[in-house]
């Protein structure tokens, strides 16, 4: 049977590991506000239920503490109710970075809506690594969603420590060049203005060259025509004339 100093480390413990986990939801809650802007609901929540929870515990600390071992109710009740706890700090943590993602995910889709995909991959590198970030990161959440007993605190640690920093990079890249892709979108624009005009301008050249080469070829025809007529007449007269001196001759 585990002695009374046991028993309190594993209370001490488990109290530690609550805290840990509200701090860090904490931490995650603070910094997707600062994306955001405003408070995460589903988030805030969530640190509402645990600390409805920690208050429940608190109420049986001291019965918990002079229990006298693990097995007595006392202690399994107050243990349960600080796992509890730290499962509600969980998935508020969760839930700040489930928020985040879909920011950031907005966030891409705007620029591309803006920009478009081409012209942005053209010029900021970090794109193309942002669009790969963001598909291990939708599947890594929704691995989790289909397997919350087996891999929820493992995937979203692995979104924490390692995905989100990179993501935050990412998009400050894009947020930081924004001017840059501005000005570049504007002269893109600009440019394909320019080529229009100037297809339109080649079109109205071309026809306008092809109706004078028609008219110009109307009015050779014309006077070629008119040119024949004007021969065969002078023959025809000149034929007349011969004949009719001939005649007088006789």
């Not at 645990?50 to 109420?59: F, H, K």
């Not at 081409?118 to 691995?143: C, K, N, P, W």
Request: aromatic content about 6%; glycine content about 6%; hydrophobic content about 40%.
């Amino acid at each position: 049977m585990p002695d009374s100093n046991q028993l309190n480390e594993r209370i001490v413990r488990q109290l530690r590991d609550m805290l840990d986990a509200w701090n860090v939801a904490e931490q995650t809650m603070k910094a997707a506000e600062r994306c955001h802007g405003a408070l995460i609901e589903a988030s805030v929540n969530e640190l509402r239920y645990a600390g409805r929870r920690i208050m429940d515990a608190m109420e049986n600390y001291e019965a918990a503490v002079a229990a006298p071992d693990f097995e007595d109710g006392e202690v399994r009740g107050f243990l349960t109710i600080l796992s509890e706890a730290s499962q509600f700090c969980k998935r508020a943590h969760h839930d700040a970075l489930d928020a985040t993602i879909l920011y950031f995910g907005t966030a891409i889709e705007e620029f591309e809506r803006e920009f478009g995909p081409g012209l942005i991959a053209t010029h900021i590198d970090e794109y193309v690594e942002f669009r790969s970030l963001m598909r291990e990161t939708d599947e890594l959440i929704v691995q989790a969603r289909r397997n919350r007993s087996q891999s929820r605190d493992a995937n979203y640690a692995e979104i924490s420590e390692r995905l989100l920093p990179e993501l935050k990079r990412c998009h400050q890249a894009l947020v930081g060049n924004q001017v840059l892709l501005t000005d570049l979108y504007e002269k893109k624009i600009e440019a394909e203005k320019r080529s229009r005009r100037d297809v339109w301008m080649d079109r109205a050249v071309g026809f306008l060259t092809g109706a004078l080469i028609a008219v110009i070829g109307a009015i050779l025809t014309s006077a070629l025509a008119g040119s024949e007529l004007t021969e065969g007449s002078a023959r025809a007269n000149a034929s007349f004339e011969i004949e009719r001196q001939s005649g007088q001759e006789n």
